[in-house]
């Protein structure tokens, strides 16, 4: 029985906002701003309308001390004060609850002619002075009058990274007041503890803001885009900013069964469509008490109450059944549909794919028993392994589509014909020949039960032709939404070197061989084998794990050059660096795993190992460094 092995190429998707950023004071740059301004959104500290952020504008009294309180733990709890804190914030006031928070507090203090001025620019020295106290500073820890001792502080803490004011007097825009709080999550409190931790969330490994984590952190629901959804999420959803798979996208774009996260702060919904089909295979770790279910070979975490509830012993599913899962962030199961209990057929989902193995597997017979089954190990576009039973009529190697019955619910594999295509893939990675690749086009490249899902822009340049494509299909559009091609970019292999190959015996009969090798740092051997594997010292590429490879193959020597940007540059010609080229150094005969920042340094000569040319889809794939 062969096992499968994907190696899945990701791309990572950047969270951005629709922000209005100013002109920025350097050394700050657009993405610093970008970023701060994610963080401060995230954490629901300071908010923007339909206009933006309105960084330019002057913050005000009212609006520092509600960032501020915001800014603590529990502070979105905040509600509408009790009794009117000022007179001139009354009760009604939309900051009367901040403002009577802060001034509980101590962070904030009215004026002795009994006013509190909510609508008065606050200057640096009372902003500073607020976040100091945040951070558990208080006079008994300035020298000097006021605010001498406090911007030295603030100084000294790098809360002043991105402020453009200077002078203690000067109004703070809402820009300042953003980079002010967004530089007080990275500093440490009085007690020494980062400030960000005190809020719950934490620094990655560098000591940085981690902004993936932080966003999905604040992230809300799910709910599933079914019947009136959009009264589930507690703000109007009219203009707000709609990522669909990673991707910038709109409110038309969401379609029935979409899983839909958000976040009121961020004004921004996260949209996800992924869906499996297939039987419920397993439950781990008990029916009762489900955390995981395994459909169609596909296991996949269960993320909501509600699909644990679906899928346990006291729900509408059991083992046996055919159902659609409808999975939300990080392919956890936000909710289940099916055809059990009379329920709704498990309906809209198809997948394009490759036979990479046949097997026989145990399948529930939903009655507490079980039953041996034909299973085909199917490779779809979409990058997936799934296993689906299967009497007749499969093979290794066969096209299949895999398609959900819209009455029963029912799972069909058929086999597809072959559906060749020539052309070039144009410079942008938009169109072959003359046909455009589709918004989220599936593309898998495939070599024997090895795939991997490549993107659009990975074959700019290439021409594909003959049997480089062994399928694609069209959409209502006339647009390529699926490809499968047969081995034209090489990434589902391993690089490497191989660094000693030794010979015993004499004739091909009689002959024995043995290799080492070093496959991206990791080592192997293949020992006393009659394999005479077309290979010698230097580059190879080879097909399965590094430990235990299925074969070796020989790259080809580019000789001697230079990295130019992301090329190489030997003999007057160029070569794309693979996006996973491998460098090793060689000191004394002995090979070590490197760095393309490293090798590039003065000191080393460069000797560089292509499989194909970058039109027929080859990228360079090892580089050897050599001390001068």
């Not at 956890?332 to 026989?360: D, F, K, L, P, W």
């Not at 003359?434 to 340049?461: H, K």
Request: aromatic content about 8%; overall charge neutral; proline content about 3%.
């Amino acid at each position: 029985m062969k096992s499968i092995r994907l190696r899945a190429a990701l791309t990572a998707a950047c969270l951005t906002l629709s922000l209005t950023i100013p002109a920025l004071a350097a050394p700050e740059s657009a993405a610093a701003a970008q970023e701060a301004a994610q963080v401060v959104n995230a954490l629901g500290i300071m908010v923007g309308d339909s206009g933006g952020m309105n960084l330019s504008r002057q913050v005000t009294r009212a609006e520092f001390v509600t960032m501020a309180i915001k800014a603590t733990p529990g502070g979105e709890q905040v509600g509408q004060a009790a009794t009117s804190p000022y007179p001139d914030v009354p009760r009604n006031h939309w900051a009367s609850g901040y403002v009577e928070a802060g001034v509980a507090a101590g962070l904030i203090s009215g004026y002795s002619d009994g006013t509190f001025r909510p609508s008065s620019p606050i200057n640096l020295a009372e902003g500073v002075t607020i976040v100091l106290q945040l951070l558990g500073y208080g006079p008994s820890d300035f020298s000097g009058s006021y605010p001498t001792g406090q911007l030295a502080m603030y100084r000294s803490l790098k809360l002043d990274r991105g402020v453009t004011v200077s002078a203690a007097s000067s109004p703070l825009t809402r820009q300042d007041a953003m980079y002010l709080f967004y530089n007080m999550m990275t500093a440490k409190n009085k007690g020494g503890t980062v400030y960000l931790e005190t809020l719950g969330h934490s620094l990655n490994g560098a000591g940085e803001i981690d902004l993936v984590a932080l966003i999905n952190n604040a992230m809300e629901g799910p709910v599933v885009a079914r019947g009136d959804w959009q009264s589930s999420i507690p703000f109007s959803i009219s203009g707000s900013t709609v990522y669909r798979g990673g991707k910038s996208s709109s409110l038309s774009s969401i379609r029935n069964d979409d899983i839909i996260y958000w976040n009121r702060s961020m004004n921004t919904l996260w949209v996800y469509s992924d869906r499996v089909t297939g039987t419920i295979q397993a439950l781990e770790p008990t029916s009762s008490h489900p955390t995981s279910v395994t459909v169609a070979g596909r296991t996949c975490k269960i993320e909501t109450s509600s699909a644990a509830y679906a899928l346990s012993d006291l729900g509408e599913y059991d083992l046996g059944d055919t159902v659609t899962l409808l999975l939300g962030r990080d392919g956890a199961v936000a909710a289940v549909t099916g055809t059990a209990s009379g329920g709704t057929a498990a309906v809209g989902s198809e997948r394009i794919g490759v036979v990479t193995s046949i097997e026989n597997s145990s399948y529930s017979d939903g009655k507490g028993g079980t039953y041996n089954a034909r299973t085909v190990v199917v490779l779809a576009t979409d990058g997936q392994t799934y296993r689906y039973e299967n009497k007749t009529g499969m093979r290794e190697g066969s096209l299949v589509r895999i398609t959900v019955s819209d009455q029963s619910g029912g799972v069909t594999l058929r086999s597809l014909s072959s559906a060749s295509l020539s052309g070039t893939v144009n410079a942008s990675g938009t169109k072959v020949g003359t046909y455009s690749f589709a918004p989220g086009v599936e593309i898998l490249d495939v070599s024997d039960e090895y795939g991997v899902r490549v993107y659009p822009a990975r074959l700019a340049g290439v021409s594909l032709s003959g049997s480089m494509v062994k399928y694609y299909s069209l959409n209502g559009k006339g647009e390529i939404d699926r490809m499968i091609l047969n081995d034209v970019t090489g990434d589902m292999y391993r690089y490497g070197l191989l660094t000693r190959m030794d010979s015993m015996g004499s004739g091909d009969i009689n002959s024995y061989y043995s290799y080492e090798f070093d496959l991206g740092g990791v080592k192997g051997t293949i020992s006393q084998t009659t394999i005479r594997y077309p290979v010698s010292v230097g580059g190879i590429r080879a097909k399965g794990s590094p430990e235990s490879p299925e074969k070796l193959y020989a790259l080809t020597s580019a000789k001697n050059g230079e990295i130019i940007g992301s090329r190489f540059e030997a003999g007057g010609k160029t070569y794309t660096l693979a996006d996973n080229v491998v460098v090793y150094e060689r000191k004394n005969g002995t090979y070590y795993l490197s760095t393309l920042a490293r090798v590039q340094e003065d000191g080393f000569s460069l000797t560089g190992w292509y499989d194909k040319t970058d039109s027929s889809g080859g990228r360079l794939r090892v580089i050897v460094a050599n001390e001068d």
